[in-house]
């Protein structure tokens, strides 16, 4: 490790704010977000479908449970369409 | 002579440093195992004995301990109601555990709806005395096949009894544990980490042993046990404070195995606090360390384990004690550096530097939560990550004190089991309907 | 492998201390095999590991001139300081670094199946 030829109570003191100055930029991208959070969860569960307060756009699911989703909406979907009245009859 | 002493001192420094770092190394290679093998094995297909066309519904008994928690037993009493599996062959008990607020009034309001829901009230004579008491009770009114646990504040999906009663098909299941999911995780810090702990833990700890066929874990909620092995085990253990690792242990050790289904879930409501995350990875810290002393050596001497599952199984049992182990290790760094390394471990300990067990060993429970917050197609919440440091850091005072007490209370002959139990808010409500 | 030789043979040329050297080349290794397999663009988890070597560079940099200051002023017990820090110092910009690596990946992940879905 190289020497520091005498180095001043400034480069000291700017070499501290620096190490500091390092650890909250690299600390930054979750300081940002825990304080403005934009993927707080919760994570969606299979089969659930009621969220108060979260967008389902803002959800993320995979391919194979879009799927599922898809079948148990069509599933409940048809479910209350068969007690409606025939309304063509 | 004292240059001889300082040698002497730096030699068996140094042989004590090498056992510890070879032990951390071990845990650590076994994160970087499990996550490569959790990302392999992604896009396969499910196992052939979780097929959908396998129609298999034994009796069940759902099992719900409850002290104390009115904010969120009906939610989840609510819950068991919207279960999609028959209710002729379905059996809710709520053990009501000597509470002195309003759960038992709701466990009863509920009972006299359906006639499926049973609710057992037990006074602070018998009582207030932990989980595992509370469950025995339950067990012997109990009358399914198959016995499932929940914790008062779960929220399962739908069909989850369906999807674990097929893991039974298979003869040598005894257990079927599913995946747990934070319900209150945009809560505060603490829910968010703890949020990102249980995906390490469930999305690839509990999938790569699954995977692998190593020592999967009964967490003792959100998971269903054979009711036959059960009694034949005597139940859940009183004495202990982890009764599901202590479960599972004996599950292993008579032949069966735990099944993990990470497609059948469960919402949890997490701890709060950083007060209550002490208390509660306190009691799990103390409780694993328990199961160490228990069965270490039946792990080693089973007929029923081969030896990946033991080596895995003794990992899973000292885990708690990787913490105590990591502030050791720093500890016995430092007087090295200022002693002279001794000709003897001269080559070795070029060849394992600190700097690269320390880097290369203490990313790998990053790459496991990483990883398992990508395949869950999560973004934002890795930003979040590095804060788990501050985490790993506050649970070496929690497992050190664990430990200290446990060996104070075994040299007095003193046994504290005292439960200590994690209150819930109910701030996840406001995530389902209710 | 490739990278890490690489970036062993380009780091030799440099007046690096042995300590940050050795980082760059565990950096290197690590983001190359337990990242660029993942599914996202190459373009993105080229751009992070460029931007990870220089703040690696950057970082090391930092860190021993901070504590080249601090052993001059304080003496050299605290080489002992050094080398005990500086593995977690760098482990704490190495994890922020690859944790934004990750939600850079599932975003455009996110979005190349949002397209592919619509």
Known sequence: ?89 | MKAGGEDLLAEVLEAFFLILAGLMIAYLVRHYIFTITVLKNHQKPKRVNTAENITFQPTISVLIPAHNEEKVVGRTIQRMTELTYPKDKLQIIIIEDASTDKTGAIADQYAAMHNHIKVIHRDRKVGGRGKASALNAGLKRAAGEIIVCFDADYYPQPDFLERITKEFVNPKVGVVQGRITVLNEPYNIVTRLVALERIGGYRIDQQARDNLGLITQFGGTAGGIRRSLLESLGGWNESILAEDTDLTLRVYLAGYKVSYLNEAESYEEAVESWQAYWKQRYRWAKGHMQCAFKHSFNVIRSKNLGLKEKIDGLLMLNVYFMPILALLLWATFIPLLILKPSPLFGAVWALLPFPLYSFVGNFAPFFEVGIGTYLDGRTRANWLIPLLIFTFLYNIPICTKAFADLLISKILGKDDNHWEKTVHSGNGNCYIGS | ?118
Not at chain 3, 111 to 116: D, M
Request: hydrophobic share 55%.
């Open chain 1, 1 to 89: 490790m190289r020497m520091v030829p005498n180095p001043t109570s400034t480069t000291f003191f700017l070499l501290v704010l620096g190490i500091l100055a390092f650890i909250i930029i690299m600390l930054l991208p979750a300081l940002v977000e825990w304080k403005k959070p934009k993927d707080a969860g919760p994570r969606r569960i299979m089969g659930h479908m009621f969220f108060a307060q979260t967008e389902i756009g803002d959800m993320m699911t995979d391919a194979e449970e879009e799927h599922v989703f898809d079948k148990m909406l069509v599933d409940r979907i048809a479910g209350i369409i068969a007690f409606l009245p025939n309304l063509e009859a």
């Open chain 3, 1 to 118: 492998m490739l990278s890490a030789a690489f970036s062993f043979i380009f780091l030799s040329f440099l007046p690096l201390s042995y300590e940050s050297k050795y980082t760059i080349i565990i950096f290197n290794f690590l983001f190359v095999a337990l990242t660029f397999p993942l599914n996202g663009e190459l373009k993105t988890k080229s751009a992070m590991l460029m931007i990870g070597n220089i703040v690696c560079l950057f970082g090391n940099l930092l860190f021993s001139l901070f504590f080249a200051a601090l052993i001059y002023y304080f003496g050299e017990s605290l080489k002992t300081v050094y080398v005990f820090l500086n593995p977690f110092l760098n482990l704490l910009w190495i994890v922020s670094l690859w944790s934004v690596t990750l939600a850079a990946l599932a975003s455009s992940d996110e979005s190349r199946r949002r397209r592919l879905a619509s």
